[in-house]
């Protein structure tokens, strides 16, 4: 058994709890290791999304982080630009349907005051994530779902838009054939967009927005507008959102985990691998399971971290440089 192997085991039979209660992370991290894994800030602004739409949702996100602008207002665009692009099979329009042909999105957002809002089973609007902002900021609730969604929606001037697009419906047709579903989640049938991005403030904030699994059960809701699961920030540590099988993910109240490992002293890469491999532990049975997480601290260091090969996020800092990373993963030697 690896030296890894045996620190992790070690953390997940001790528990957070006993953990932060004054063990300490010289007791669990290997600190050769959290060094390599460290992905440098370059200063502030910054804004980290997963999958390959993260480039062009880091670029709206980054017009509005370089003129000073607070990252609530980037995470928003950024992520309005992948829910409005109906080539994008996971995100809003376009995206794919459930089992009975209905588009249903999840969406939520969270502010540097740990302010949040989400909507979930939201049907005929474009824009989730700005639907989670106005429950955020016009409501005294978090979390709304289904019918009032869509009607507070409405109310608040949201139009109704058909977001099953033909390509969409024809995939769905196609996959009416055999019916079959396998919860096996990478780049074919998956791919949620979460963003975390750090303003020229210094002031984090999050969003994370899909159409969820797809051709899953009509009213199944995943872990992406559940805060502390596909998303998580506390303004004074750093940010973290989960993207692949979202039942595992909110097993384990992932992303809210991913902050309190940060906030015990690891690095965000180190924080996601360690969610990553108790999601794992957890769920040997899972032929394929696919689960990734990204991570930014409030100094601007950044990371990610997956089960299987294959999860990517764009990031982008230094003046602009917006290109495409590897997240690290379990199951190939990196
Ligand atoms: N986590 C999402 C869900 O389970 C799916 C994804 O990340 O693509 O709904």
């Not at 063990?23 to 992905?39: I, N, Q, R, W």
């Not at 920030?233 to 992303?255: I, K, P, W, Y």
Request: hydrophobic share 40%.
């Amino acid at each position: 058994m690896s030296k890894d192997r045996r620190d992790f085991l070690k953390l997940s039979a001790l528990g957070v709890g006993a953990i932060s209660g004054g063990l300490g992370l010289a007791a669990c991290a290997d600190e050769t290791k959290l060094s390599e894994t460290v992905k440098r800030a370059k200063g502030k602004p910054v804004v980290i999304s997963t999958w390959n739409h993260g480039i062009p949702a880091n670029a709206a996100a980054w017009e509005i982080l370089k003129a000073g602008g607070s990252s609530l207002d980037a995470i928003e665009m950024g992520a309005r630009v992948v829910e409005s692009d109906p080539e994008v099979r996971t995100v809003g329009k376009g995206g794919y349907p459930d089992r009975e042909g209905k588009v249903t999105l999840d969406a939520c957002i969270m502010a540097p005051d740990s302010n949040c809002g989400s909507v979930a089973f939201l049907q005929e609007i474009e824009n989730p994530i700005s639907v989670a902002r106005k429950v955020m900021e016009e409501t005294p609730h978090i979390m709304m779902v289904g019918n009032g969604a869509l009607e507070f929606a409405l109310e608040q001037g949201f139009e109704r838009t058909n977001l099953l697009t033909d390509a969409a419906k024809k995939d769905w047709q196609d996959w009416l054939k055999t019916s079959e579903y396998r919860p096996k989640i990478n780049i074919e049938n998956h791919d949620t967009i979460g963003l975390l991005a750090l303003d020229a403030d210094g002031n984090l904030s999050g969003g994370c927005t899909t159409s969820g699994a797809a051709w899953k059960l009509h009213g199944r809701v995943g872990d992406s507008p559940i805060i502390g699961a596909g998303l998580f920030l506390d303004n004074e540590v750093g940010a973290a959102c989960a993207t692949g099988l979202g039942e595992a993910v909110v097993r384990v109240a992932g992303s809210a985990m991913v902050v309190e490992m940060m906030r015990m002293g690891l690095n965000p890469t180190e924080a996601c691998k360690r969610v990553v491999e108790r999601i794992y532990e957890k769920h040997k049975d899972v032929k394929d399971l696919q689960v990734g997480f990204i991570a930014l601290d409030k100094a601007g260091n950044y990371g990610g971290y997956s089960v299987h090969p294959g999860f990517n996020y764009a990031i982008c800092n230094e003046n602009g440089n917006n290109r495409m990373e590897d997240a690290k993963n379990m199951l190939a030697k990196n």
